[in-house]
């Protein structure tokens, strides 16, 4: 009885970790600066800052016994307040239509899982291309025909140098988290916006 008790555990805490060890590369870009000046920061605490893209590129892991290595995925988040106040977000989320139909299944119901407070609401879960690369510093993601950034890592690392001019946080908990300056973020999700040319952005390890 005992025997077979252990072993139960031993499943149940091995599917566990193989739903925890799932990393990858995440960015996200959002209509606020994340890194500003004071008086820059406070003009649109309240004005600006109400959406957001997020975007995962699925390195390794499983979930639900399926690979997600390769899968990469966005969210687009909205809400009628600075996504900082704490107010109801609705979202939609974009998987990759290259992913088979079950890493879209686990993929889908990971995000819900994780991040159900930094989503909301999810309003629909789309299949889209979704496109993520990085090179020599820049990210570029782009869920065709929805939504798209790109994405630049700062040079100076001027966000490690200057801390007390960070204004947020990332949407979901990353490690090596670094601000990104937007050369273009554009959603045509909700209502459409485009966004360019600020340090509205932040990357890092999921």
Known sequence: MKTALFALLSLAAAGA???????????????????????????????????????FRFESGRSSDVDLAGVNAVAVVTSDENLSAGAPRRSVLIVDSAASAAQAEAVTALLRSRYAS??????????APVRFAEKDGQIQVEAEGLAALNVKALPDRACCKMPNLVWYQPLIS?????????????SDVFAPWLDAGENTAFHGKF
């Open 17 to 55: 970790v193989s739903a925890d060890d799932v990393h990858g590369r995440y960015v996200e870009a959002r209509t606020a600066s994340v890194m500003a000046g004071a008086c820059h920061y406070n003009g649109e605490l309240v004005t600006r800052g109400r959406d957001a893209i997020l975007a």
């Open 118 to 127: 930094t989503f909301g609401a999810v309003a629909s879960v789309r299949r």
């Open 174 to 186: 990353v490690s090596d988290r670094e601000v990104g300056y937007t050369v273009e973020a554009r």
